[in-house]
């Protein structure tokens, strides 16, 4: 794919970070874009801007080491964390970091998203995994969140907010949505009564058609042949899907009770619910 040039880019950044402010996927001076030039140098957000509000000076020039090249102001603390994308993924040409609300809640009250419920999510998106807690805009964060995004497009971070990839500003921004649209619809679910997730077989099925049709990571891609690979390699926290998860990356243990809870939600007992609530007190949650 032809990567726009700056004009274009620099356009669809200030078009993109409005429509983020208008989705509510963040508010004030939440949030970051960046886009990969035709040069490969990387166009950015300046630190401190509204990204409802963006004009053409808040956007910076940056070279794959985040040195500032071109423009006012400086580029956003959190770019090591777009450049990790791009050092991950060569077929990453976009990255969109927002606050969504409810996903971020997910975060907070220790719910996983890396489940497969709805089968169009788990066909274009797989799942969302959530990287473990790290100070924003820190190297660190940045280098944790490296061996989730060679196989997802759309990763959470444990209360903080969202990272999407793409191969331009839309595909990014789009996963950005759907990974809200998700956790709302999982939560009015879980209000609702419960959350039924797909079964594991079809979960499978999906994911390996889906990565076939619309691509994804290139690492997922070249596996969804393999016979079982496909969904665990695409979800590398996934438990929920009766998958087990591979080696290198457990699921935290704290999410595994909020897990428990949800996967019997619906038929568990209040009795056993209660329990694990008490449970859940004792460990500080
Ligand atoms: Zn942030």
Known sequence: MAIPNETTLRRQMIQFGRLCYERHLLVAMDGNLSA???DGNILCTQAGCHKGFLEDE?????DRQGKKLRGKG???SEMAMHLACYDERPDCLAVVHAHPPIAIAFTIANVSMARCVLPEVVLTLGTVPTVEYETT???TLANRIRPYV???DAILMDRHGAVCLGTDLMEAFCRLETLEHTALITKTARDLGGVKELPPEEAVKLRSLGLKRYGGPPLSVAKADAPGADLPE???SCSGCGNP???GIAPKSDLKLARLVETQAGQTTRLEQIIAEEIGRALGR
């Not at 808040?58 to 940056?62: A, E, F, K, R």
């Open 36 to 38: 990969r030039l035709p």
């Open 58 to 62: 808040h956007l910076v020039v940056i």
């Open 74 to 76: 400086k580029p956003t």
């Open 137 to 139: 805009g820190t190297q």
């Open 150 to 152: 060679r196989t997802h």
């Open 234 to 236: 695409a979800c590398l």
């Open 245 to 247: 998860s591979p080696q």
